[in-house]
Protein backbone atom coordinates (compact mmCIF):
# COMPACT_ATOMS: atom_id res chain seq x y z
CA UNK A 1 0.00 0.00 0.00
CA UNK A 2 1.50 3.33 -0.45
CA UNK A 3 0.45 6.48 1.09
CA UNK A 4 0.29 9.86 -0.06
CA UNK A 5 3.88 12.00 0.55
CA UNK A 6 1.78 14.48 3.60
CA UNK A 7 0.54 11.23 5.33
CA UNK A 8 3.76 9.12 5.33
CA UNK A 9 5.33 12.24 6.44
CA UNK A 10 2.87 12.57 9.84
CA UNK A 11 2.70 9.04 10.38
CA UNK A 12 6.75 8.68 10.74
CA UNK A 13 6.62 11.78 12.84
CA UNK A 14 3.97 10.44 14.94
CA UNK A 15 5.77 6.78 15.28
CA UNK A 16 8.96 8.81 16.42
CA UNK A 17 7.11 10.52 18.83
CA UNK A 18 5.51 7.73 20.45
CA UNK A 19 8.78 5.38 20.57
CA UNK A 20 10.32 8.12 22.02
CA UNK A 21 7.25 8.23 25.25
CA UNK A 22 7.91 4.93 25.13
CA UNK A 23 11.49 5.18 25.77
CA UNK A 24 10.88 7.57 28.28
CA UNK A 25 8.11 6.03 30.17
CA UNK A 26 10.52 2.99 30.26
CA UNK A 27 13.39 4.74 31.72
CA UNK A 28 11.21 6.46 34.41
CA UNK A 29 9.18 3.51 35.51
CA UNK A 30 12.41 1.17 35.29
CA UNK A 31 14.12 2.46 38.49
CA UNK A 32 10.56 2.57 40.33
CA UNK A 33 10.35 -1.59 39.45
CA UNK A 34 13.66 -1.94 40.86
CA UNK A 35 12.89 0.17 44.35
CA UNK A 36 12.46 -2.31 47.46
CA UNK A 37 8.69 -1.67 48.56
CA UNK A 38 9.09 -3.06 52.04
CA UNK A 39 13.03 -3.07 52.92
CA UNK A 40 12.85 -5.50 55.86
CA UNK A 41 15.22 -8.10 55.48
CA UNK A 42 18.84 -8.77 55.98
CA UNK A 43 20.95 -5.62 53.80
CA UNK A 44 24.59 -6.64 54.11
CA UNK A 45 28.22 -6.02 52.48
CA UNK A 46 31.79 -4.16 53.00
CA UNK A 47 32.13 -1.09 55.02
CA UNK A 48 35.57 1.06 54.73
CA UNK A 49 36.67 2.58 58.11
CA UNK A 50 39.60 4.83 59.56
CA UNK A 51 41.20 1.54 60.89
CA UNK A 52 40.60 -0.28 57.45
CA UNK A 53 38.30 -2.55 55.69
CA UNK A 54 35.50 -4.43 57.73
CA UNK A 55 32.04 -5.50 56.93
CA UNK A 56 28.25 -4.49 57.72
CA UNK A 57 24.50 -6.08 58.41
CA UNK A 58 21.72 -4.69 59.28
CA UNK A 59 19.00 -6.54 59.81
CA UNK A 60 15.43 -4.95 59.57
CA UNK A 61 11.76 -5.73 60.74
CA UNK A 62 8.42 -4.05 61.04
CA UNK A 63 5.92 -4.85 63.97
CA UNK A 64 2.90 -3.17 62.74
CA UNK A 65 3.69 0.24 62.74
CA UNK A 66 7.05 0.54 64.28
CA UNK A 67 10.23 -0.29 62.84
CA UNK A 68 13.14 -2.84 64.78
CA UNK A 69 16.74 -2.99 63.71
CA UNK A 70 19.82 -4.92 64.42
CA UNK A 71 23.05 -4.70 63.38
CA UNK A 72 26.63 -6.32 63.69
CA UNK A 73 30.22 -4.93 62.57
CA UNK A 74 33.44 -6.99 61.51
CA UNK A 75 36.21 -4.81 62.05
CA UNK A 76 39.60 -6.05 63.03
CA UNK A 77 39.45 -9.79 63.34
CA UNK A 78 36.46 -9.42 65.48
CA UNK A 79 32.60 -9.26 64.89
CA UNK A 80 30.05 -6.91 67.25
CA UNK A 81 26.86 -6.30 68.09
CA UNK A 82 26.10 -2.79 68.91
CA UNK A 83 22.47 -1.79 70.52
CA UNK A 84 21.01 0.20 67.91
CA UNK A 85 18.56 3.05 69.19
CA UNK A 86 16.54 5.57 67.18
CA UNK A 87 15.85 4.29 64.25
CA UNK A 88 13.81 6.30 61.60
CA UNK A 89 12.58 5.09 57.96
CA UNK A 90 11.05 7.69 55.68
CA UNK A 91 10.89 6.85 52.64
CA UNK A 92 14.43 5.78 50.37
CA UNK A 93 16.20 7.28 53.54
CA UNK A 94 17.05 5.35 56.72
CA UNK A 95 19.26 6.54 59.70
CA UNK A 96 19.60 5.69 63.79
CA UNK A 97 22.25 5.39 66.52
CA UNK A 98 23.93 2.29 67.79
CA UNK A 99 26.11 1.76 71.11
CA UNK A 100 29.50 0.32 70.51
CA UNK A 101 31.29 0.04 73.70
CA UNK A 102 32.51 3.59 75.13
CA UNK A 103 31.32 4.87 71.21
CA UNK A 104 28.62 6.51 69.72
CA UNK A 105 27.71 5.50 65.91
CA UNK A 106 25.19 7.50 63.80
CA UNK A 107 24.67 6.12 60.54
CA UNK A 108 22.63 7.64 57.77
CA UNK A 109 22.03 5.57 54.47
CA UNK A 110 19.61 5.53 51.05
CA UNK A 111 17.78 2.68 49.43
CA UNK A 112 17.64 2.32 45.66
CA UNK A 113 16.74 -0.79 44.87
CA UNK A 114 18.50 -3.47 46.04
CA UNK A 115 21.48 -1.43 47.57
CA UNK A 116 22.00 0.45 50.58
CA UNK A 117 24.92 2.87 50.74
CA UNK A 118 25.76 5.68 53.18
CA UNK A 119 28.04 6.53 55.65
CA UNK A 120 28.42 6.04 59.57
CA UNK A 121 29.98 8.94 62.07
CA UNK A 122 32.00 7.70 65.38
CA UNK A 123 31.65 9.77 68.32
CA UNK A 124 33.31 9.22 71.96
CA UNK A 125 32.03 11.90 74.37
CA UNK A 126 30.56 14.06 71.35
CA UNK A 127 33.68 14.32 70.11
CA UNK A 128 33.78 12.69 66.10
CA UNK A 129 36.88 10.11 66.29
CA UNK A 130 35.95 8.12 63.05
CA UNK A 131 34.10 7.57 60.11
CA UNK A 132 33.26 5.04 57.72
CA UNK A 133 31.25 4.37 54.44
CA UNK A 134 29.30 0.83 53.32
CA UNK A 135 27.70 -0.55 50.42
CA UNK A 136 25.13 -2.75 51.07
CA UNK A 137 23.21 -5.33 49.11
CA UNK A 138 19.89 -6.95 49.83
CA UNK A 139 20.54 -10.82 51.29
CA UNK A 140 24.27 -9.55 50.71
CA UNK A 141 26.82 -10.93 52.86
CA UNK A 142 29.72 -9.49 55.20
CA UNK A 143 33.19 -10.45 54.08
CA UNK A 144 34.83 -13.04 56.20
CA UNK A 145 36.47 -12.19 59.39
CA UNK A 146 40.32 -11.66 58.70
CA UNK A 147 43.14 -11.61 60.87
CA UNK A 148 43.56 -7.22 60.88
CA UNK A 149 46.26 -6.10 58.80
CA UNK A 150 47.68 -2.81 60.10
CA UNK A 151 44.27 -1.98 61.75
CA UNK A 152 41.89 -3.11 64.21
CA UNK A 153 43.12 -5.16 67.06
CA UNK A 154 46.79 -7.59 66.93
CA UNK A 155 49.76 -9.32 68.27
CA UNK A 156 52.13 -6.62 68.00
CA UNK A 157 54.73 -8.48 65.69
CA UNK A 158 57.40 -6.30 67.00
CA UNK A 159 57.22 -7.21 70.95
CA UNK A 160 60.58 -7.65 72.62
CA UNK A 161 59.75 -10.72 74.28
CA UNK A 162 63.45 -11.60 75.34
CA UNK A 163 64.01 -12.25 79.13
CA UNK A 164 67.63 -11.01 80.31
CA UNK A 165 67.87 -13.70 83.19
CA UNK A 166 65.22 -16.21 82.63
CA UNK A 167 64.04 -18.05 85.81
CA UNK A 168 63.80 -21.70 84.34
CA UNK A 169 66.58 -21.68 81.42
CA UNK A 170 69.85 -22.84 82.08
CA UNK A 171 72.64 -23.70 79.18
CA UNK A 172 70.26 -22.81 76.19
CA UNK A 173 67.48 -25.21 77.32
CA UNK A 174 64.24 -25.11 78.90
CA UNK A 175 63.71 -27.06 82.09
CA UNK A 176 61.14 -24.92 83.69
CA UNK A 177 57.53 -26.55 84.48
CA UNK A 178 55.37 -27.42 81.58
CA UNK A 179 52.19 -24.60 80.90
CA UNK A 180 48.88 -25.95 79.48
CA UNK A 181 47.41 -23.03 77.34
CA UNK A 182 43.67 -23.83 76.86
CA UNK A 183 42.51 -23.40 72.97
CA UNK A 184 39.45 -25.86 73.14
CA UNK A 185 36.73 -23.74 74.67
CA UNK A 186 36.24 -21.13 71.72
CA UNK A 187 39.26 -18.89 73.31
CA UNK A 188 39.44 -15.42 72.37
CA UNK A 189 42.97 -15.14 72.77
CA UNK A 190 45.41 -18.30 72.42
CA UNK A 191 49.22 -19.07 72.23
CA UNK A 192 49.75 -18.30 68.67
CA UNK A 193 47.17 -14.92 68.13
CA UNK A 194 46.69 -12.61 70.27
CA UNK A 195 48.30 -13.94 73.27
CA UNK A 196 51.25 -15.12 71.33
CA UNK A 197 53.38 -11.82 73.20
CA UNK A 198 52.63 -14.07 76.79
CA UNK A 199 53.20 -16.84 75.44
CA UNK A 200 56.88 -16.14 73.61
CA UNK A 201 57.91 -14.34 76.78
CA UNK A 202 57.07 -16.87 79.87
CA UNK A 203 58.60 -19.67 77.22
CA UNK A 204 61.68 -17.44 76.57
CA UNK A 205 61.26 -17.48 80.74
CA UNK A 206 62.14 -20.98 80.40
CA UNK A 207 58.25 -22.25 80.97
CA UNK A 208 57.02 -25.08 78.32
CA UNK A 209 53.94 -24.15 76.72
CA UNK A 210 51.78 -27.04 75.14
CA UNK A 211 48.50 -25.52 73.61
CA UNK A 212 45.67 -27.29 74.50
CA UNK A 213 42.61 -28.72 72.10
CA UNK A 214 40.71 -31.41 74.44
CA UNK A 215 38.50 -31.01 76.89
CA UNK A 216 39.97 -30.31 80.15
CA UNK A 217 39.92 -33.57 82.85
CA UNK A 218 42.43 -34.75 85.10
CA UNK A 219 43.86 -37.09 82.59
CA UNK A 220 44.53 -33.72 80.37
CA UNK A 221 46.12 -31.98 83.33
CA UNK A 222 48.26 -34.12 84.31
CA UNK A 223 51.98 -33.73 84.12
CA UNK A 224 51.44 -30.08 83.87
CA UNK A 225 52.23 -27.39 86.61
CA UNK A 226 50.11 -24.48 85.40
CA UNK A 227 46.57 -24.58 83.47
CA UNK A 228 46.05 -20.89 81.13
CA UNK A 229 42.45 -19.98 80.40
CA UNK A 230 42.27 -16.40 78.60
CA UNK A 231 38.74 -15.25 77.82
CA UNK A 232 36.61 -18.96 76.95
CA UNK A 233 33.54 -18.20 75.50
CA UNK A 234 30.27 -20.27 74.87
CA UNK A 235 30.35 -19.73 71.22
CA UNK A 236 33.13 -19.11 68.09
CA UNK A 237 31.77 -15.83 67.99
CA UNK A 238 31.80 -12.94 70.79
CA UNK A 239 28.99 -11.65 68.92
CA UNK A 240 26.93 -14.70 69.29
CA UNK A 241 23.68 -14.75 71.54
CA UNK A 242 25.29 -17.77 73.22
CA UNK A 243 28.47 -16.62 73.54
CA UNK A 244 27.99 -15.83 77.07
CA UNK A 245 26.73 -19.52 77.71
CA UNK A 246 28.84 -21.30 80.17
CA UNK A 247 32.62 -22.08 78.37
CA UNK A 248 32.96 -25.08 80.61
CA UNK A 249 30.97 -28.41 81.44
CA UNK A 250 30.37 -28.96 85.39
CA UNK A 251 32.22 -32.24 84.69
CA UNK A 252 35.74 -30.00 83.53
CA UNK A 253 35.11 -27.41 86.30
CA UNK A 254 34.92 -29.70 88.81
CA UNK A 255 38.31 -31.16 86.97
CA UNK A 256 40.37 -28.22 87.38
CA UNK A 257 38.86 -27.53 90.73
CA UNK A 258 40.51 -30.59 91.65
CA UNK A 259 43.48 -30.46 90.11
CA UNK A 260 44.20 -27.53 91.59
CA UNK A 261 43.50 -28.67 95.14
CA UNK A 262 45.42 -31.51 94.45
CA UNK A 263 48.44 -28.94 93.80
CA UNK A 264 48.05 -27.53 90.44
CA UNK A 265 48.20 -23.58 89.52
CA UNK A 266 45.32 -21.92 87.70
CA UNK A 267 45.10 -18.19 85.81
CA UNK A 268 42.12 -17.52 85.01
CA UNK A 269 41.61 -14.72 82.44
CA UNK A 270 37.83 -13.40 81.58
CA UNK A 271 37.08 -10.00 80.34
CA UNK A 272 34.24 -7.83 80.05
CA UNK A 273 30.93 -9.21 78.78
CA UNK A 274 29.95 -11.73 77.58
CA UNK A 275 33.48 -13.57 79.23
CA UNK A 276 32.26 -13.20 82.56
CA UNK A 277 29.28 -15.14 82.20
CA UNK A 278 30.77 -17.80 79.90
CA UNK A 279 33.43 -18.14 82.89
CA UNK A 280 31.45 -17.97 85.82
CA UNK A 281 30.82 -21.64 85.85
CA UNK A 282 34.24 -21.97 86.79
CA UNK A 283 34.79 -19.03 88.83
CA UNK A 284 32.22 -20.64 91.24
CA UNK A 285 34.42 -23.47 92.03
CA UNK A 286 36.99 -20.80 93.41
CA UNK A 287 33.58 -18.49 95.52
CA UNK A 288 34.56 -15.82 92.90
CA UNK A 289 31.76 -13.58 91.56
CA UNK A 290 32.44 -11.96 88.14
CA UNK A 291 30.53 -9.14 87.44
CA UNK A 292 29.94 -9.70 83.92
CA UNK A 293 29.49 -6.45 82.75
CA UNK A 294 31.99 -3.91 81.78
CA UNK A 295 34.01 -2.04 84.84
CA UNK A 296 34.74 2.01 84.08
CA UNK A 297 36.47 4.67 86.51
CA UNK A 298 35.85 8.13 85.60
CA UNK A 299 38.88 9.24 88.13
CA UNK A 300 41.15 6.89 87.51
CA UNK A 301 41.39 5.83 84.27
CA UNK A 302 44.36 6.53 81.51
CA UNK A 303 44.02 10.35 80.60
CA UNK A 304 45.41 10.17 77.46
CA UNK A 305 43.15 7.36 75.93
CA UNK A 306 40.63 9.34 76.88
CA UNK A 307 39.00 5.68 77.29
CA UNK A 308 37.88 5.25 81.51
CA UNK A 309 37.97 1.66 80.41
CA UNK A 310 41.83 1.64 81.22
CA UNK A 311 42.10 1.67 84.81
CA UNK A 312 45.42 2.62 86.03
CA UNK A 313 46.58 0.63 89.67
CA UNK A 314 49.51 2.24 91.32
CA UNK A 315 51.52 1.38 94.22
CA UNK A 316 51.54 5.08 95.67
CA UNK A 317 47.40 5.23 95.22
CA UNK A 318 47.32 1.95 97.43
CA UNK A 319 45.04 -0.19 94.88
CA UNK A 320 48.10 -2.28 93.58
CA UNK A 321 48.35 -3.94 96.81
CA UNK A 322 50.95 -5.72 98.55
CA UNK A 323 51.54 -9.41 97.37
CA UNK A 324 53.88 -11.41 95.98
CA UNK A 325 53.32 -10.49 92.43
CA UNK A 326 53.65 -7.06 93.23
CA UNK A 327 56.91 -7.46 94.78
CA UNK A 328 58.38 -9.60 92.84
CA UNK A 329 61.87 -11.59 93.77
CA UNK A 330 64.13 -7.94 93.88
CA UNK A 331 63.43 -4.74 93.18
CA UNK A 332 63.83 -4.90 89.35
CA UNK A 333 60.57 -6.96 89.42
CA UNK A 334 59.03 -4.31 91.57
CA UNK A 335 55.47 -3.29 89.77
CA UNK A 336 54.61 0.80 90.33
CA UNK A 337 52.08 0.98 88.13
CA UNK A 338 49.82 -1.42 85.77
CA UNK A 339 47.13 -0.28 83.30
CA UNK A 340 43.66 -2.60 82.62
CA UNK A 341 42.50 -1.98 79.44
CA UNK A 342 38.69 -2.30 79.74
CA UNK A 343 37.05 -5.55 81.84
CA UNK A 344 34.93 -6.85 84.28
CA UNK A 345 35.02 -6.24 88.12
CA UNK A 346 35.74 -8.99 90.39
CA UNK A 347 35.00 -10.50 94.27
CA UNK A 348 37.16 -13.00 95.80
CA UNK A 349 36.31 -15.18 99.26
CA UNK A 350 38.07 -14.04 102.17
CA UNK A 351 41.28 -15.85 101.95
CA UNK A 352 41.78 -14.40 98.76
CA UNK A 353 43.78 -11.25 98.46
CA UNK A 354 43.11 -8.26 95.55
CA UNK A 355 46.20 -6.91 94.46
CA UNK A 356 44.36 -4.92 92.07
CA UNK A 357 42.08 -2.94 94.16
CA UNK A 358 39.08 -0.92 92.20
CA UNK A 359 38.75 2.47 93.77
CA UNK A 360 35.32 3.60 95.09
CA UNK A 361 34.22 5.49 92.15
CA UNK A 362 34.69 2.67 90.14
CA UNK A 363 31.67 1.33 88.50
CA UNK A 364 29.99 -1.78 86.69
CA UNK A 365 27.92 -0.80 83.43
CA UNK A 366 26.64 -2.16 80.22
CA UNK A 367 26.80 -0.46 76.68
CA UNK A 368 23.07 1.83 76.10
CA UNK A 369 21.41 3.99 77.79
CA UNK A 370 18.95 1.74 80.14
CA UNK A 371 21.50 0.61 82.03
CA UNK A 372 22.39 1.42 85.54
CA UNK A 373 25.83 1.74 86.84
CA UNK A 374 26.43 -0.85 89.96
CA UNK A 375 29.39 0.53 92.34
CA UNK A 376 31.99 -1.50 91.79
CA UNK A 377 33.34 -0.58 95.26
CA UNK A 378 35.42 -3.57 96.98
CA UNK A 379 36.03 -5.59 93.97
CA UNK A 380 39.14 -6.16 91.95
CA UNK A 381 40.32 -6.59 88.45
CA UNK A 382 43.11 -9.29 89.99
CA UNK A 383 43.29 -11.30 92.63
CA UNK A 384 45.07 -14.31 93.76
CA UNK A 385 44.57 -17.49 96.83
CA UNK A 386 45.74 -20.94 97.58
CA UNK A 387 43.33 -23.22 97.41
CA UNK A 388 44.29 -26.76 99.01
CA UNK A 389 48.19 -27.26 97.66
CA UNK A 390 47.62 -25.35 94.63
CA UNK A 391 47.08 -21.08 93.64
CA UNK A 392 44.98 -19.72 92.00
CA UNK A 393 44.54 -16.25 90.28
CA UNK A 394 41.93 -14.85 88.49
CA UNK A 395 42.19 -11.65 86.48
CA UNK A 396 39.04 -9.73 84.72
CA UNK A 397 40.85 -7.92 82.23
CA UNK A 398 42.93 -9.79 79.47
CA UNK A 399 44.31 -6.78 77.08
CA UNK A 400 46.72 -6.05 80.01
CA UNK A 401 48.57 -9.74 79.68
CA UNK A 402 48.55 -8.71 75.79
CA UNK A 403 50.65 -6.84 73.43
CA UNK A 404 48.44 -5.40 70.77
CA UNK A 405 48.95 -2.94 67.93
CA UNK A 406 45.03 -1.25 67.86
CA UNK A 407 43.82 0.94 64.41
CA UNK A 408 45.31 2.51 62.01
CA UNK A 409 47.73 4.14 63.87
CA UNK A 410 49.08 1.05 65.57
CA UNK A 411 48.80 2.20 69.48
CA UNK A 412 50.38 -0.06 71.69
CA UNK A 413 48.09 -1.94 73.62
CA UNK A 414 48.95 -3.82 76.85
CA UNK A 415 52.92 -5.21 77.95
CA UNK A 416 54.13 -3.14 74.89
CA UNK A 417 52.63 0.53 76.38
CA UNK A 418 55.60 2.34 77.52
CA UNK A 419 55.51 3.53 80.98
CA UNK A 420 54.12 0.70 83.07
CA UNK A 421 54.84 -2.32 84.48
CA UNK A 422 52.45 -5.14 82.62
CA UNK A 423 55.25 -7.15 81.11
CA UNK A 424 56.54 -7.65 84.75
CA UNK A 425 53.15 -8.41 85.78
CA UNK A 426 53.31 -11.20 83.37
CA UNK A 427 56.19 -12.42 84.61
CA UNK A 428 55.39 -12.60 88.10
CA UNK A 429 52.13 -13.91 88.34
CA UNK A 430 53.99 -16.65 86.28
CA UNK A 431 56.03 -16.72 88.89
CA UNK A 432 54.02 -17.16 91.66
CA UNK A 433 52.16 -19.38 89.96
CA UNK A 434 55.25 -21.57 89.31
CA UNK A 435 56.31 -21.39 93.28
CA UNK A 436 59.42 -19.06 92.99
CA UNK A 437 57.42 -16.41 94.50
Known sequence: MVFPKGVAGNM??????????????????????????????????????????GGLEITLARDRSQWQASMKVRLGGQEITP???????????????????????KLSGKFAGDTLNGAIEVFKRDKKVGNATFALTFGGQMPALQQPQGGGQMADPNFDAKVAKPAYKSGGKKNGPRVLFDEAHNNFHTATGRYKPFADLITNDGYQVVPNKRPLTLETLRGYRVLVISNALGAPVM??????????????????????RRGGSLLLIADHAPMGSANQVLANRFAVDMSKMFTIDEQNYDKPSDNPGFIVYTRESGRLADHPVTRGRNDSERLNKIIAFTGQSLKGPANSVAFMKLADTAVDTMPGDNTKPVSAAGRAQGIAMKFGKGRVIILGEAGMLSAQI?????????????????RQLALNIMHWLSGLL
Open 239 to 260: SDTDAGNAAFTEAESDAMRDWV
Open 12 to 53: IKSLAYFVSLLVILCAAQFPLAQMRSDPSGTWAGPMTTDEGA
Open 406 to 422: VGAQRTPFGMNRPGIDN
Open 83 to 105: LVHDLKIAGAEISFAADMGRNLL
